[in-house]
């Protein structure tokens, strides 16, 4: 197919010089893991751009790095490749953005923060845009890279792939993180003009990927957020990054043929360390085009031509999904020494309509070329179309393809004769059609060309032959058969041990019977019947005599028994188990069980049915072959028993002052233990001490398996609570005459969740109440002076862990 982007000729016409230029320009520095990372010192952003990034169906103008279209100088953009070897980043070669050195990238991962200078160093960003994605925790930006480019996209989507990577995973997942994104500005199809619209989002969403979005958890153990795009990279030799996604796509609907302005940017967020990096997947920025696929409706007679009165050509114009509107496809021009309207019509109105849409229910339209059938003898002729299939500007496919004539297909059959016995060769012989023949013989005598058939009678063989173009040519062989009377049966087929009868017999089809005929068996006996049980195969031959002699054979087969095993994934299973029982040796199989096994209902032949025995039990299997002999094995299955555990742990909750808490298993089981106490420590015992941190407070999931002798186990949890103390302090005396010493009462205290105060005089009516504890009374009663004396009080507040509390007591005023 021939592709000429005639909008993008001269640029596609200089690149392709360019990068082979690229190849002596670019320094290269190889690491480990077959990551290989590349400078981009000394070209242009455009040349880098177009050379690596840009696929099909785009051309693009004005790139700029860091607001510059002259040579790069900087060392935070850069080109890599995996070479032969893959790596886990999901693709081989592209182009490399950092907010530092990009040389900081290559594995293997070995550092918890790396970090490599920008040179010449960057001015700090300042991008409202950017600084939208990452959200408020960061204020500031640094060490950007910045590739800006335009582009002209060719049809109605616009897509590249790519993936990012940060030294800041995970152990800055709740904080600042460092922040990328990919800008696009043009018109919106299907609502008001993108204006910096980041593209850099989840699938299916409108969710950006940043660290914060896409990661599980601090430690890599969870929670998980959106952690099925997420790539643990701990350990990797390919990458530096300690976590990265998976392979994303960035896209969007665009209006063909119109200028667009994208903007991919990526910086480190409030510090210049821990450095992050978007892989940028090399010929991914595309904008689809239509493909056209051409295949003969019966390829069995041609892979690459039409042929008249037997194979269409169907073409078929592809897109990569349903078109936003209906997609043109123009016939520009036809040629060949085939004639259209003489040798071939076509599926369209053509020539009064040339042109065919992909409609907007399909991603897809088919043409056919029909040969036309006229018995002439014309030779092989040619058929050349060009197809207009771009959405805008001059976009041409060519097909050619051959138009082949039919030549009759004939047969002739030979073979015919009279003999003495009941086997003689035949055949036939076909010209013409096209290749391949398919022969069928009547009377079952064989789909070949030559056969050796055996017949008891007289019999007429007809042959048709039929080419890949389901043609079809008859002829027939005729066959007398004048002395074969001798009948032994048909062969038979036996299990060893076993016997069957065999019966001889005159076809009176083939013979008069004169006399009374003698019967003499190879095994001895002289009856047309007889009883055998021959421990191998054996062939007897029974010769049977009038006035003339005949001769015929039977095989009676032996077959072994079969050797039938039965196996179990697990000899033994806790309660309430299951495993699964293996049949083998056999075709057919039938399961029972010496105690009743509810659970092999439904499953008695199944080759491997799933049981759940509640006791040990024998399961015996009976298998069958395909010869119906049949033989029987055992499997057990021993059914243990399953332990109950019941933890404890006391105190609970208990004070960070004296996190000291017991914890055992009050089951009294003789179990082996495996606790994980929440805080990283474990133990195998059964009843310990452990001490919490007296440094921090918070819950605390212990999780304990305990395993019995038998290897059944059962798991617990129980949460532990080390929880603060909180402070308070009341004081009892104030005075409130405008000193500036003690005019307030006030309550002080930490760890105080919420907090109601109450006081009352000596009549109990309420003078003062507060649900704040910053707050305090001033001793005054509306508005005015409260008279010296004793006031009772009573909070009400809740601590930090939840606990209500009340404390009651009296204060004094003194003026």
């Known amino acids: 197919m021939n592709t000429l982007f005639y909008l993008l000729n001269l640029n596609i016409m200089c690149f392709r010089k360019i990068s082979i230029l690229l190849i002596i320009i670019f320094t290269s520095f190889y690491v480990q893991a077959q990551l290989t990372v590349t400078s981009a010192s000394g070209i242009t952003p455009q040349q880098l751009v177009q050379s690596i990034l840009v696929g099909n169906g785009v051309s693009i103008s004005n790139v700029t790095f860091n607001g510059s279209s002259d040579p790069i100088s900087w060392n935070n953009i850069g080109s890599f490749t995996t070479g032969t070897t893959p790596t886990n980043l999901g693709f081989n070669s592209g182009i490399i953005m950092a907010s530092g050195g990009y040389t900081g990238a290559p594995g293997p991962n070995n550092s918890v923060g790396s970090g ?54 995970p152990e800055f997942v709740p904080s600042f993180n460092d922040v990328f994104a990919f800008f696009i500005t043009g018109p919106n199809p299907v609502g008001p003009n993108y204006l910096n619209k980041n593209i850099a989002l989840l699938p299916n969403t409108n969710t950006p990927v940043s660290i914060y979005n896409v990661n599980n958890g601090s430690s890599n153990t969870g929670p998980c957020v959106n952690c099925q795009y997420y790539v643990n990279n701990t350990g990797g030799t390919s990458i530096q990054a300690d976590g990265m996604t998976t392979v994303l796509t960035a896209w969007a609907k665009v209006m063909s043929c119109n200028q667009y302005h994208i903007k991919l940017v990526i910086a480190d967020a409030n510090d210049r360390i821990y450095d992050s990096w978007v892989f940028l997947e090399a010929n991914s920025f595309s904008s689809p085009q239509v493909s056209i696929q051409k295949k003969p409706s019966n390829p069995n007679a041609s892979a690459q031509n039409a042929i008249e009165g037997c194979s269409n050509m169907v073409l078929t114009f592809k897109y990569p999904f349903k ?187 083939n013979h008069h019977i004169v006399g009374t005929p003698i019967y003499s068996w190879s095994n001895g006996d002289n009856t047309p019947t007889i009883t055998v049980s021959p421990t191998t195969t054996t062939t007897y031959i029974v010769t049977i005599t009038d006035v003339f002699s005949d001769k015929d054979s039977v095989t009676v087969f032996v077959n072994p028994l079969p050797i039938v095993t039965a196996t179990s994934d697990l000899s033994t299973i806790c309660s309430n188990g299951s495993t699964t029982l293996h049949a083998s040796g056999a075709q057919n199989y039938l399961w029972s069980a010496n105690i009743t096994d509810l659970s092999l209902n439904g499953q008695y032949t199944l080759e491997n049915p799933n049981v759940s025995p509640k006791s ?84 605390y999931l212990i ?108 204060i004094t005023i003194i003026r």
């Not at 019941?646 to 009050?666: G, K, M």
């Open 616 to 699: 040990s039990t024998i399961y015996t299997l009976k298998g069958t072959d395909v010869d119906s002999c049949s033989n029987t094995t055992n499997v057990a299955v021993n059914v243990s028993p399953q332990p109950n555990i019941q933890i404890l742990a006391s105190p609970n909750p208990v004070s960070v002052f004296e996190p000291i808490v017991h914890i055992y298993d009050a089951s009294g089981g003789n179990y082996s233990y495996l606790w994980f106490l929440g805080d990283g420590s474990t133990s195998t015992l059964s009843n310990f001490y452990h001490t919490y941190s007296d440094k921090d407070t918070g819950r």
């Open 116 to 169: 490599v200078a920008v040179s010449p160093s960057t001015p700090d960003l300042s991008d409202t845009n950017l600084l939208a994605v990452v959200g408020s925790s960061v204020t500031s930006l640094h060490d950007a890279a910045i590739l800006e480019f335009d582009f002209i996209p060719l049809s109605d989507t616009i897509k590249f792939r790519y993936v990012f990577g940060s030294d800041e995973y």
């Open 323 to 509: 078109p936003s509107s209906s997609l043109p496809i123009s016939i520009v021009s036809i040629s060949g020494t085939a004639t259209f309207g003489t040798d071939y019509s076509m599926s369209i109105g053509y020539p009064t309509s040339n042109t065919f849409y992909i409609p907007t229910t399909a991603d897809s339209v088919r043409l056919i070329i029909t040969p036309i059938f006229d018995n002439i003898l014309e030779g092989t002729e040619t058929v050349t179309m060009v197809f207009q299939t771009a959405f805008c500007g001059d976009m041409y496919d060519t097909v050619t393809f051959n138009i082949q004539n039919y030549d009759s297909l004939t047969a002739v059959a030979y073979g015919d004769t009279t003999l003495c016995n009941n086997q003689t060769p035949i055949s036939v012989i076909a010209n013409g059609g096209v290749l391949p023949y398919q022969y069928l013989w009547s009377n079952g005598a064989g789909t070949t060309a030559n056969l050796l058939p055996t017949f008891t009678s007289d019999t007429i063989f007809k042959i048709t032959v039929k080419d890949a173009c389901l043609k079809n040519a008859t002829d027939s062989v005729k066959i007398v058969l004048d002395c074969d009377f001798a009948r032994a049966g048909p062969d038979v087929k036996i299990c060893i041990g076993g016997s069957t009868s065999l019966h001889a017999s005159i076809d009176t089809n």
């Open 703 to 810: 999780n304990v398996i305990a395993t019995n002798a038998f290897g059944c186990f059962d798991s617990a949890n129980l949460v532990v609570i080390v929880r603060p103390d909180e402070t308070f302090y009341v004081p009892n005396t104030f005075t409130p005459n405008n000193d500036g010493l003690n005019d307030i009462f006030k309550v002080y205290g930490m760890g105080v969740l919420t907090f109601e105060i109450y006081i009352y005089d000596r009549w109990g009516k309420t003078v003062y109440k507060s649900k704040d504890m910053n707050e305090g009374w001033d001793g005054r009663i509306d508005n005015v002076a409260a008279p010296d004396g004793v006031y009772a009080y009573t909070i009400l507040y809740k601590d930090n862990i939840g606990i209500k509390h009340s404390k009651s007591g009296a």
